[in-house]
């Protein structure tokens, strides 16, 4: 197939070029690198199968030659950078999602949204169900994301209906690995960063709150199924394997042998203090889960940001 991946340059977008063009498929990357890194890529660029685009996917975007797939993975992922491009998040998620569903329609292509574990809010559902409808501050800080992709599944499922294009939408829950961005926000680089530095690790809240970690591979591996299957409605893809923040920066203090006190901070508004996805549909539709261990993933990950830090 030749598949279009929009976010490209991403953590998770680079990734997902990594394993279409290791299935033997050709690969059209677009990114703007408001958020990406060309370094994220470099190393594909010598492939005869890979053809890079620098592209913002808020204004329309035209290929030349067949596509099979549009692969949205477009967008800020955390908050510090989706606080620091509200609007940019925004549009993204309504033109540029837009913009690509256009493009997929043309072409008489697959779709697929990458969108996240954040339309579930601050959940008051343990744990999260596709069929769940969230709990969600739509004018809150955060809001910029949550919204975005909330009306991305929306369009999606609206292209679907309308014009019965072969639609997908994955919710991301927690993933890690090696070209996370150190200075991110996220759990995972932050407490990675700071344990190899020797700082101290800062815990937002008590430390209570829990999340769910799953490898990149294995995330890419549910998107890489979900593509090429027949389902329309949201799929939730991530690790079941629910730990507290707390756990979880001990767990990271351990591997790295680190000295680093654990320290609070107040929690940041409308930051969901539970997260874990319910991935039966994803097993029943799929046949997917999470297969690498937290250990094993973790120690792949200390050894890209050894190189980093």
Known sequence: MRILVAGAAGFIGSHLCDRLLAEGHAVVAVDNFLTGSARNVEHLGGNARFRFIRHDISRPLEVDGPLDAVMNLASPASPKDYLAHAIETLDVGSAGTRNLLELARGAGARFLLA???????????????????????????RSCYDESKRFGEALTMAYHRTYGLSTHIARIFNTYGPRMKLDDGRVVP???????????????GDGSQTRSFCYVSDLVDGLYRLVQSNEYFPVNLGNPAEMTVREFAEQIRSLTGSASPIVNRPLPEDDPKRRQPDISRARRLLGWEPRVPLGDGLRLTLDYFRSRV
């Open 115 to 141: 969108s996240t574990s954040e339309c579930y809010g601050d959940p008051l559902e343990h744990p999260q169900r596709e069929s769940y409808w969230g709990n969600v501050n739509p004018v809150g800080p």
């Open 190 to 204: 932050a407490f990675v960063d700071q344990a190899l530095r020797g700082e101290p690790m800062t815990i937002f």
